[in-house]
T-cell receptor
Framework: DQQVKQNSPSLSVQEGRISILNCDYTNSMFDYFLWYKKYPAEGPTFLISISSIKDKNEDGRFTVFLNKSAKHLSLHIVPSQPGDSAVYFCAAPARGSNYQLIWGAGTKLIIKP | NAGVTQTPKFRVLKTGQSMTLLCAQDMNHEYMYWYRQDPGMGLRLIHYSVGEGTTAKGEVPDGYNVSRLKKQNFLLGLESAAPSQTSVYFC????????????FGQGTRLTVV
């Protein structure tokens, strides 16, 4: 069973504070993870990724942390800005399925002014 | 700077009608994908292609057919539309599979009544 789970459908954060979006996976064979961001009426756009050989990857305001023992990753956005309001998807390529991406259900992030 | 372009953006079909969704990319990518997104769920892969003239089934291929006659185009066909195919459809392309960024079109919202 190769699942990627995002258990929080939505998250509301004050502008300027930290946003933390979580993602859990069930298969320890996953060794690479990607985060995508999606605005309404647009397609997803790639945000940041992490390989299982690392436990952290940072790109500007965005940092992804990977905890392999807990099969958990999180995306931190600091500081949160109004333009960060979007749906965030976690995804992982499945090695046993020709590297097809397995997607989480997404978390809607709302940044309050 | 088109990237991935999908046509049409919206469509309403009656049950049993057929239609074709067109996806075009101008990035010379080998890999192309068709996904559907339903409320509360992540993106699910319908079909994909690893190069011109090739197609393969994804997670939810039933009721759909695809063709990749030219490298830049990937067509998704519904031969006999059903209400269960009401969804938002996304096309994507990438230069490699799995661990690389995929570029998405803006989506096609299809309603089958």
């Amino acid at each position: 069973d190769q699942q990627v789970k995002q258990n929080s459908p939505s998250l509301s954060v004050q502008e300027g504070r930290i946003s933390i979006l979580n993602c859990d996976y069930t298969n320890s064979m996953f060794d690479y993870f990607l985060w995508y961001k999606k605005y309404p009426a647009e397609g997803p756009t790639f945000l940041i990724s992490i390989s299982s050989i690392k436990d952290k990857n940072e790109d500007g305001r965005f940092t992804v942390f990977l905890n392999k023992s807990a099969k958990h990753l999180s995306l931190h956005i600091v500081p949160s800005q109004p333009g960060d309001s979007a749906v965030y998807f976690c995804a992982a390529p499945a090695r046993g399925s020709n590297y097809q991406l397995i997607w989480g259900a997404g978390t809607k992030l709302i940044i309050k002014p | 700077n088109a990237g991935v372009t999908q046509t049409p953006k919206f469509r309403v079909l009656k049950t049993g009608q057929s239609m074709t969704l067109l996806c075009a990319q101008d990035m010379n990518h080998e890999y192309m994908y068709w996904y559907r997104q339903d409320p509360g769920m992540g993106l699910r892969l319908i079909h994909y292609s690893v190069g011109e003239g090739t197609t393969a089934k994804g997670e939810v291929p039933d009721g759909y057919n695809v063709s990749r006659l030219k490298k830049q185009n990937f067509l998704l066909g519904l031969e006999s539309a059903a209400p269960s195919q009401t969804s938002v459809y996304f096309c994507a392309s990438s230069y490699a599979q799995g661990r690389t960024e995929a570029f998405f079109g803006q989506g096609t919202r299809l309603t089958v009544v």
